[in-house]
């Protein structure tokens, strides 16, 4: 018995031996080394690998390896080692990361551990967020809630919670995140899983940040940089990124020095660790201060840094960095810069509406054919089994009773089965949807920025008087859009509060929030998206005319709007003013086109209008719903 025991003890102390001394050994040792020893390598040296095309070639030697011996376990763990290493060497494309992640789930699915599983789903989840595929992203992260319900793995559920919170970030409902987050935390806790809880903060940081509650957002950081100092200390860019994302969230509540310090210190942190070259991204962000600081020599020497880095990957689709480095050449006066920049910035903007709107069509289309698919296979699976339960009663007709009973209990928790996946699905359609109207209103807000940057560069005043005209009416659109996904009703909109975002955004469109009140007397009315959008758009137009016209000479005054529902479903619209109201005889000001289109959109609505001269002008609006349906 004592000979077992200093075998086995002489086993581990060879192991142990193997694993230390293999961080050093060159590429040659490694390939005739145990496949154990070369993946121990890999492990050791993700994170400190200096010469890349070594770590890639032993890792892609070791994988082929790993495909001879037929260990699917073994060749698992190769895939993820090198999914890692290509995440944190950032000099991949991020589908590589994908592809090794993808292929690690198929080897562990073959081997069948839940545990292992479970953990490459969540960890794909995370890949796919990065390659911006939500959908997959939820699918594989639901599996793994299930697995590690299903064996009761604590911290397990913690990171998958975490995950979710940060799905729902991506998304932007930031409410969710938060949820998540905080359901996330105390497993974390109490698992003593220290590395997923620091980084759990990220999720608070920038969903209280996004929300304007910024104290709860710096109380996050502090908590995140303390876990991080007192229990886990190998997590060198946690620190990092929280610093950055809390420069994020002094710069919305624009406190600008804090800014700066978190700012520099990402940076200086991050280069103390991987060097100057592979950090200078985060100059861009202290480039971002300084400009605001008016400190412009300052600002375009880290700007500069920043953006060639960024050039220098190949990430393409910079927006925000050049238009800053121009802002910084305009402000030194080296105006042929600038245009280059805001030519960059201007063409970047256009490929991405672009390449969203091409996507948004192909999406959905290969979405509703995948649907149509899955019901009929669902169908065509009921079918059979139904065919199936016909043949078992027809063989035991003899004992009737007992089948009977047992036909019951299938159908009950049948139902119950078909009733989750019912639920499942619809709760799929409406995050769906929900996507949908987020990038359709994200698209029309690129298309205002577009014509925004383009009416900067128009001279003739009645020129750029049509384009920013054209900016509220896509503007008007896109709060309809907006307010749908952030909604609970996926079919409707409440006018009143669209009617005060609308509002508001026209009173700082002509800078008139001091002069001009806008007043919403109405209770709140739901309408459907295809009334909405017209009357939208009549309430836009009536509006921007007020504002143009019924107040000159910085004169102030109240603007009335009213929508209201009668018992057959039609609507009376009102919307006046007390400014100067209209001369008769004199000649309508301005191009005419948004009287054109008021009385096209009130045919579309099959309305009729009615225009007074009362102590300023009223437009009073009958539509008949019904009729025009």
Not at 113 to 119: S, V
Not at 353 to 358: D, F, P, R, T, V
Request: charge should be negative.
């Amino acid at each position: 018995m004592s000979k077992i025991i200093f075998m086995l003890f002489l086993a581990c102390i060879t192991s142990w031996f193997s694993f230390s001394q293999s961080k050093n050994l060159s590429k040659k040792e490694i390939n005739t080394q145990p496949i154990d020893s070369s993946l121990a390598w890999m492990r050791a040296n993700i994170t400190t690998a200096e010469n890349l095309e070594e770590f890639h070639a032993i890792g892609l030697k070791t994988l082929k390896r790993s495909l001879k011996t037929e260990n699917d376990t073994l060749t698992a763990q190769i895939h993820e080692s090198l999914a890692s290493w290509h995440a944190y060497n950032g000099l991949f494309s991020p589908d590589s990361v994908v592809y090794h992640a993808e292929k690690a789930l198929d080897y562990h699915l073959k081997g069948g551990d839940k545990k292992k599983i479970a953990d490459t789903y969540r960890s794909l989840s995370i890949d796919y967020l990065n390659t911006g595929q939500l959908d997959k992203a939820q699918v594989v992260l639901f599996k793994a809630i299930g697995l590690y319900e299903e064996i009761n793995d604590e911290a397990g559920l913690g990171s998958a919670y975490r995950t979710l919170g940060v799905k729902y970030r991506v998304m932007e409902d930031y409410d969710k995140s938060i949820e998540y987050t905080n359901e996330a935390i105390p497993l974390l806790e109490k698992t003593e899983n220290y590395s997923e809880l620091a980084i759990a903060q990220f999720n608070l940081i920038i969903g209280h940040g996004e929300l304007g509650e910024y104290e709860k957002a710096y109380k996050a950081t502090e908590y995140c940089l303390e876990i991080v100092k007192s229990k886990a200390p190998e997590e060198i860019f946690v620190p990092v990124r929280a610093y950055s994302y809390r420069g994020d969230v002094y710069l919305k509540a624009r406190d600008y020095e804090n800014a700066l310090k978190d700012y520099t210190s990402a940076w200086e942190l991050c280069k103390e660790h991987i060097g100057e070259d592979r950090c200078a991204t985060y100059r861009t962000e202290i480039g971002k201060i300084y400009l605001y600081q008016k400190e412009y020599e300052q600002a375009l020497t880290h700007l500069l840094a920043g953006v060639n880095a960024y050039e220098e990957k190949d990430q393409n689709g910079l927006i925000q960095p050049y238009l800053d480095l121009a802002e910084a050449y305009i402000q030194l006066g080296d105006f042929e810069n600038a245009l280059l920049y805001k030519d960059k910035a201007y063409n970047n903007s256009k490929n991405l509406l672009e390449g969203k709107i091409e996507n948004i069509e192909s999406e959905m289309a290969i979405k509703y054919e995948t649907g149509k698919k899955d019901e009929a296979l669902a169908s065509q699976s009921a079918l059979i089994a139904q065919k199936s339960k016909t043949q078992t009663l027809f063989i035991v007709i003899v004992s009737l009773l007992a089948v009977l009973l047992l036909s019951l209990l299938f159908f009950f928790f049948r139902s119950k089965k078909a009733t989750r996946i019912i639920r499942a699905k619809n709760a799929e359609n409406e995050l769906l949807l929900k996507e949908i109207h987020h990038r359709v209103k994200n698209n029309l807000e690129m298309v205002k920025s577009l014509i925004a940057l383009q009416s900067a560069q128009i001279e003739d005043p009645a020129t750029k008087e049509a384009m920013i005209a054209s900016q509220n009416r896509v503007q008007s659109m896109g709060i309809i859009h907006q307010k749908l996904y952030q909604g609970t009703n996926l079919g409707s909109i409440e006018m009143k509060d669209y009617f005060i975002n609308l509002s508001e955004g026209i009173l700082d469109t002509f800078n008139a929030e001091d002069k001009v009140k806008i007043e919403c007397a109405m209770d709140q009315l739901d309408l459907d998206v295809d009334t909405a959008v017209p009357i939208g758009l009549i309430v836009n137009e009536l509006l921007t005319n007020a504002l143009k016209y019924a107040f000159p000479k910085q004169k102030s005054g109240v603007i009335n709007i009213s929508l209201e529902k009668d018992s057959y479903q039609n609507l009376k619209l009102q919307v006046r003013d007390n400014g100067v109201g209209k001369t008769d005889g004199l000649a309508p000001k301005g191009t005419g086109f948004g009287s054109q289109l008021v009385r096209l959109l009130t045919q579309q609505l099959n309305g009729t209008m009615i225009e007074r001269n009362e102590e300023g002008t009223h437009i009073e609006f009958d539509f008949l719903i019904r009729k025009s349906a």
